[in-house]
């Protein structure tokens, strides 16, 4: 329903005899519209002077002052005197022949429609006030509706079925199934043959503890797809889907009544829900016959319109429920401002197009000038095009009111009215800079004001030593006075002396300029340049490799004295500059060097010290050859003939394992004038039937070898020198060595290889000798080892390798061909064996045919069948790799 009340202000001119103010009068007409049913409309209608006096204020009834359906017409008076007058007309009920009428007031008394007149002594003055009114409606065609304008609309919010549960509709596109979503409803029609046109407004969900959320309710139709990445559980976001559906249903084919709709459904994340803690949901929606002007509602009219705001959470427990239409303050119809307000979006029922009337441009909006650079003063033509939420929207210029630059200077936006693209001109500072030009509404471009730089320009480089072949990154700093500006690259030509290359400056312009240095061949001082003025140093080295030279100042030294040796870096034989981490100074046998000095030159100088053992000492810097080896002789000034023999080594500690017996030891306490010393250590079995044992050391440790488990042995250490042998130490106790059976699985070899060479197999009693290629790597039955030092277990040898495809069974002088492979280790001499020999063929020398050995258990195989023995028995990982006797 809409009316017209129209309040025409008369004054008359004073009698002439009456002295006072003349007295104006007042004429009030209200024409209705459309009203439908209703009969009677009664207004208050109130005149007041500027002084805040009350100049009269009546009840006026349509069926007493009009024509008995909602219009009125009533003279009263206005004071010229009290200029400006204002005038009030405010609803106070309305009636059709059955009774009142309930209806949404657009004009209560608290609030009563207001216009400003000048009251004019013999001049009429008229003021027209006008507004709808939305009153409730029963169509047939909607459960709970209001009508204005001869425009039935309904609306509703729901969160939960029928039965009270859960509403679930969208799909989780996490979980791929249906949870729980709110769908704000919204429909309306004209008439038959009239143009329905929906409006809304972008549904905003404010939050307490997170957000805003916003739905776009110009998207779809169909699923929007917010942003919701991932993973679960997701505590910030609280939709994980919305959609939005509009559409046209017949809903009666006789009158064809048609219903446009416009629903926007929000699925919410409940992991969300705590720490959001209250969520309010925001909407606004309305319906006209006939378009609004750039979605605007009629100027000087409060238009009635539904708005939603709905509690989905409270307290971060879900509340929402089910809610109609003016049965609460979640969804009620209300009236727009006498202004009006500007739709963001209308829907028309008679085409179903969409159409973004106008909209709050946002930071999606896009501003681009013609220029990104400019010098000082000049100027360039930049252009707005509004967005809200990234779609193109009408705006007017006013949105653009904080336009701004943070230097320079910016004109005001053309054209002044409402367009969907707005110019301006932006022009330069006179200082160099990067200036940002702001629209007011989050969206902002950048304009680089330029400057030529001077002779005061900076230029540096990341590395002040650098690799040969290496690169680092410069950086060209253009000062001006020494002040920065943002410079051109075309203002530096960057080069580098007397060797290596520069790439080019890496962008056009800016504060700071890059580029790329990359050092050549030649070591040494390097200087780069920017072209202008400034330049920077840094030094580049080589890597040097084993033309590199070491020589000492002295090739013979007394023990405890020292010479300064000297290394030259080298390069294919060319000196370079290198840094000492490329040198690692070694001393065999014995012998101290300090580190090498300085940290990066030509020339590196360390001292040795000779060590107290005479003999001569290899010095090598690192690379094992000749010309980066050097030796130098210790010797001793003690004529022989003064010498005499040590005296006896100390023993400290010793012990017994499988087949063999360790020590330790210091030296003796007088080395009779020679520091040179050699030891030998003797074990002894004490039933005097051997096997007995002897190493032969210089060091202060050793182990004895092919010793008999469980028989008891003691053992002695002699010490040498020049003249002769001591006296031996004191003998140990009595010590045995025992088997140490090794764990079922352990890996004790490294894979079996083809050589080629003979097998020799040194005890020559049929039984199968096998070790891991390591110094006494197995010791257990037929695994023999001639080497002197080592324990049983570990893997630290060499593969296993095929040695020849020839065998010798010990029995004769020469290799008796065969057709079998032996294998033994490729550490010539590492073990002798016959008995590897397995039916493999002619295999190649370097091929592989066996994994791993590991210990299978305390039991060998032999002929006769499996045998309990307290020794280790080995086989390969690959079963039936070796099949003879003893070998299993």
């Not at 007295?23 to 439908?36: D, F, I, N, T, W």
């Not at 679960?232 to 709709?261: C, H, I, M």
């Not at 072209?531 to 084993?546: E, Q, R």
Request: aromatic share 8%; hydrophobic share 40%; with cysteine.
């Amino acid at each position: 329903m809409q009316v017209f009340a129209a309040v025409a202000l008369f004054s008359c001119e004073p009698a002439p005899t009456t002295s006072g103010p003349a007295e104006g009068r007042l004429e009030v007409r209200a024409v209705p519209l459309s009203l439908g049913p209703v009969s009677e409309v009664v207004y208050q209608v109130t005149v007041v002077g500027a002084g805040g006096q009350t100049v009269w204020t009546r009840e006026v009834a349509s069926t007493q002052f009009g024509d008995g359906a909602g219009a009125i017409s009533y003279v009263g008076t206005c004071d010229p005197a009290a200029n400006p007058n204002q005038v009030e007309l405010s609803i106070v009920s309305m009636s059709d022949p059955n009774g009142p009428v309930a209806f949404a007031n657009p004009a209560p008394a608290n609030d009563p429609l207001v216009q400003l007149v000048d009251c004019q002594e013999q001049q009429d003055v008229s003021v027209t006030f006008e507004f709808t009114a939305a009153v409730a409606a029963d169509t047939g065609f909607f459960d709970i509706a209001i009508s204005f304008d001869d425009i039935f609309c309904s609306a509703k919010f729901d969160c939960l079925t029928e039965q009270d549960a859960p509403l679930e509709l969208l799909f989780n596109p996490l979980t791929g199934k249906r949870e729980r979503t709110a769908v704000m409803g919204f429909a309306c029609t004209a008439g038959p043959g009239q143009d329905t046109y929906l409006w809304m407004d972008p549904v905003e969900i404010l939050c307490s503890g997170g957000g805003p959320f916003d739905v776009n309710t110009a998207g779809g139709p169909g699923n929007l797809n917010p942003p919701f990445p991932g993973p679960l559980p997701d505590t910030e976001r609280l939709l994980f889907q919305a959609a939005v559906y509009r559409g046209v249903e017949l809903l009666d084919a006789t009158t064809s009544w048609n219903k446009a709709y416009w629903n926007v459904a929000i699925g919410l994340n409940s992991d969300a829900f705590e720490q959001l803690d209250t969520c309010i949901l925001h909407g606004l929606a309305s319906a006209s016959n006939g378009d609004f002007n750039i979605g605007q509602t009629p100027p000087n009219v409060r238009w009635p319109a539904v708005q939603w705001a709905v509690p989905l959470i409270e307290g971060g427990a879900y509340t929402c429920g089910r809610y109609q239409l003016d049965a609460g303050d979640e969804v009620k119809t209300i009236y727009t401002d006498s202004d009006g307000h500007r739709f963001y979006a209308s829907y028309r029922a008679e085409t179903q197009e969409l159409e973004i009337q106008v909209g709050t441009p946002d930071h999606t909006t896009v501003v681009v000038c013609a220029d990104d650079t400019l010098l000082p003063g000049e100027q360039t033509l930049c252009v707005i095009t509004p967005r809200q939420d990234g779609l193109l929207v009408p705006v007017e210029y006013q949105d653009f009111d904080g336009l701004s630059a943070s230097a320079g200077t910016v004109s005001g936006v053309s054209p002044q009215e409402l367009t969907t693209s707005f110019t301006f001109t932006f022009t330069a500072p006179a200082t160099s800079q990067v200036v940002t030009i702001d629209t007011g509404v989050g969206a902002t471009t950048t304009v680089t004001v330029l400057g030529v730089p001077d002779n005061s320009s900076t230029l540096s480089c990341a590395d002040t030593f650098l690799l040969s072949g290496a690169s680092t990154l410069c950086t060209i700093t253009p000062l001006r006075e020494g002040a920065p500006v943002v410079a051109l690259a075309s203002n530096f030509n960057p080069s580098a002396s007397p060797d290596g290359t520069v790439g080019p400056i890496q962008q056009p312009y800016g504060t700071a300029l890059t580029f790329t240095y990359t050092a050549g061949a030649t070591t040494g001082a390097m200087t780069i340049s920017d072209g202008a003025a400034a330049t920077t140093d840094l030094t580049v080295y080589a890597t040097p490799d084993a033309t590199s030279t070491v020589s000492c100042a002295d090739d013979r030294l007394l023990p405890g004295h020292s010479t300064l040796c000297t290394v030259i870096p080298r390069a294919n034989g060319v000196q370079i500059l290198a840094v000492r981490d490329d040198f690692t100074v070694s001393v065999t046998p014995d012998g101290g060097v300090t580190a090498l000095s300085p940290a990066v030159g030509t020339s590196f100088t360390f001292t040795f010290t000779a060590p107290g053992v005479v003999g001569v000492k290899t010095i090598d810097v690192g690379f094992g050859t000749a010309p980066s080896q050097t030796t130098v002789e210790v010797y001793s000034d003690t004529p022989i003939d003064e010498l005499d023999p040590p005296w006896k080594p100390v023993i400290i500690d010793a012990g017994g394992q499988d087949r063999q017996i360790w020590l330790t030891w210091l030296p003796p306490s007088d080395n009779g004038g020679s520091p040179n010393l050699v030891y030998t250590v003797v074990c002894t079995a004490v039933d005097g039937n051997g096997p007995d044992g002897t190493v032969v050391t210089p060091n202060l440790e050793a182990t004895v070898l092919w010793l008999e488990n469980g028989k008891e042995y003691t053992c002695v250490v002699y010490a040498s020198n020049e003249v002769g042998t001591g006296p031996p130490s004191e003998p140990t106790g009595v010590l045995i060595p025992n088997a140490v059976p090794l764990e079922p699985g352990t890996v004790v070899a490294a894979p079996l290889t083809v050589y080629r060479a003979q097998t020799f197999d040194g005890t020559n009693d049929g039984s199968t000798s096998v070790i891991a290629g390591a110094p006494a790597a197995f010791l257990g039955d037929g695994f023999v080892s001639p080497f002197d030092t080592g324990i049983s277990g570990p893997v630290v040898a060499v593969p296993l390798t095929v040695y020849a495809t020839d065998t010798y069974d010990g029995g004769g002088e020469y290799p008796v061909a065969g057709d079998r492979t032996s294998v033994v280790n490729a550490a010539p001499g590492a073990f002798t064996g016959d008995d590897f020999a397995h039916d493999l063929g002619l295999v190649d020398s370097g091929a592989v045919v066996a994994s791993a050995l590991t210990v299978y258990s305390r039991a060998r195989v032999d002929d006769a069948g499996l045998t309990e023995v307290l020794r280790t028995s080995v086989v390969n990982a690959a079963a039936g790799v070796f099949a003879a006797a003893g070998s299993t």
